[in-house]
């Protein structure tokens, strides 16, 4: 006589076993996807040039103003874009910088400025409330 396999029973075993190992495998792809980014954007010459000027939060608030209060309202309480007060807390500055130069989050643009306006902007954005 032949033995089936498995059992009716024994099938949404497997497929909460399959379930949980897709969901670890994505999660991984994740963190690996987190980790390259944030290499590749402290690599990026444009990022270290940035990250290593001191900057100005007056004139980091003027380029905020001019480019993205539109989106994130006046004082970064967010609009259109998301609430940028406590940003910096949340986000480290090479990922910010890389946000910002990327427009990889439509409809947020890509910026393209000099990296000592960077470094303003960053600078008002750690001023931020």
Known sequence: MIEPSST???QPERGRG???ALVVLAASA???LVLWVLGNARQDPYVRASLDL???ADHGGQLFRINCAGCHGLAGQGLVG???VGITEQRNDPVLVH???SGETPPMPSFQ???QSMADLLAYLHDLP
């Open 113 to 115: 400025m000099e990296p």
């Open 54 to 56: 001191p900057g100005s």
């Open 8 to 10: 009716a029973a024994e």
């Open 99 to 101: 946000q910002i130069i």
């Open 18 to 20: 399959l379930i949980t």
């Open 82 to 84: 998301p609430k940028l």
């Open 30 to 32: 994740c963190v690996v």
